[in-house]
């Protein structure tokens, strides 16, 4: 949105609080000036980057600030609007007098609709051009010659001869209890040898369990002999367990 300045005279104040109401409704920011103390503001207006708004109201034409105000703002942000058709003075303007004689505060009206219409010229005349980002000027150029030199990768390797197509058989489906069906088609799966190739396991050499050191020959086993203890055998064996046991009462 654009900042607005609407300057006008004291018979047309009341149609200027009401265009300020309006255009405050529709987000710009408005500044309303109106008698001699406009005189005062021009300076600073003709510096300003925004809308001024000039009523022509009965007593408008012959006030002398209307007049500085008409011929010393640049044209390109000037917006003229009248009571009557004979309000408003002969003067170089860009853009024609909207005729206010017949508004009454409606927003669809076509005076109304004249006046956004010179707001948003003026809107876009003023608002500064987005300087394109330099990442995208390189990322757009990368890419088309990205693009260019795969199409022309795929041109040059290319093959020559078409591709095989492969038979396809056309089969009707039809289901004639709901009434729906076409015609289909069907396409046999390769088979299971050719979607995957079984390595065969290369056939081995048995291994040769014959040592290649003689082994020493190992002694006949005997079963050992088996006896009953003799009477030394078990007294000494009875000797050992009671002398075994004084020692333990000892310690």
């Known amino acids: 949105m654009i900042d607005v300045r609407i300057v006008c005279t004291h018979d047309a104040a009341k149609l200027a609080e009401t265009l ?4 405050e409704a529709e987000e710009h920011r408005v500044r309303l000036t109106y008698g001699r103390q406009a005189l005062l503001e021009l300076e600073d207006a003709r510096e300003a980057r925004d809308a001024v708004l000039l009523i022509w109201s009965p007593d408008a034409r012959s006030q002398t600030y209307m007049l500085e ?14 009571r009557g058709t004979t309000d408003y003075p002969a003067i170089k303007r860009l853009a024609a007098v909207i005729d206010f004689s017949q508004w009454r505060g409606q927003r669809g009206a076509r005076a109304w609709k004249s006046l956004t219409e010179r707001l948003a010229t003026i809107t876009r005349a003023l608002s500064p051009q987005a300087p394109v980002p330099a990442k995208a000027i390189w990322a757009v150029g990368i890419a088309s010659a990205a693009a260019v030199a795969g199409a022309v990768v795929v041109r040059v390797n290319a093959p020559t001869e078409g591709l095989p197509v492969t038979p396809l058989e056309e089969v009707a489906a039809a289901d004639m209890e709901v009434g729906v069906g076409g015609a289909l088609t069907a396409i046999e799966p390769a088979s299971f040898e050719e979607i995957i190739r079984l390595r065969r ?6 291994i040769d369990m014959t040592p290649s050191v003689p082994l020493a020959p190992l002694p006949v086993y005997q079963e050992p002999e088996l006896r009953d203890a003799t009477i030394l055998e078990r007294l000494d064996g009875a000797l050992n367990i009671i002398i075994g046991r004084d020692d333990e009462d000892r310690a």
């Open 201 to 206: 396991i290369p056939e081995l050499e048995p």
């Open 20 to 23: 300020t109401r309006l255009l």
């Open 69 to 82: 105000w008409a011929r010393n703002i640049e044209p390109s942000r000037l917006i003229e609007i009248a």
